[in-house]
């Protein structure tokens, strides 16, 4: 199974299903779901911001068990996060810290990125290989 990188936005489509969810499975199946550390933060902050039950978060967490392998930080994907952050920059237009870390993880193990928030990552191209419908 090759693996993709799946941006938060996509992963929680996939989660609470629907069009836009449709609209990406395509591009996922058969694949191995990989997510940076960041993104597995987001989705334990948005329930807590969203006040979600226990049980809603349970489901979040089990979805996320099941479906995706998780990449962890080290040096490399350090080094990886400072040249993203200053080729963003050099390229004109700075990237946020966490989409910043969500390219790392791409750049680093060569993996295409799943986006629905193509702005947020199109400064990075061709570098960074993305796979969206938006």
């Known amino acids: 199974m090759p693996p993709v990188v799946v941006d938060t936005c996509v992963l929680s489509a996939l989660f609470k299903g629907g069009p836009l969810a449709a609209s990406y499975r395509p591009h996922v199946s058969?694949?191995?779901?990989?997510?940076?550390?960041?993104?597995?933060?987001?989705?334990?902050r948005w329930p807590?911001?969203?006040?979600?039950?226990?049980?809603?978060?349970?489901?979040?967490?089990?979805?996320?068990d099941r479906r995706c392998v998780v990449y962890p930080f080290n040096r490399a994907l350090c080094r990886q996060w400072a040249v993203t952050n200053d080729q963003a920059r050099h390229?004109?237009?700075p990237i946020q810290?966490?989409?910043?870390?969500?390219?790392?993880?791409?750049?680093?193990?060569g993996i295409p990125l799943v986006t629905h928030n193509r702005r947020h990552f199109e400064v990075l191209e061709p570098e960074l290989s993305l796979i969206t419908e938006a």
């Open 30 to 44: 058969g694949r191995r779901l990989v997510i940076s550390f960041m993104t597995l933060a987001e989705l334990y």
């Open 91 to 93: 390229n004109g237009r």
């Open 97 to 109: 810290v966490a989409d910043a870390w969500i390219a790392a993880t791409a750049l680093l193990h």
């Open 48 to 64: 807590l911001e969203r006040g979600w039950g226990k049980r809603r978060r349970g489901n979040l967490e089990a979805f996320v």
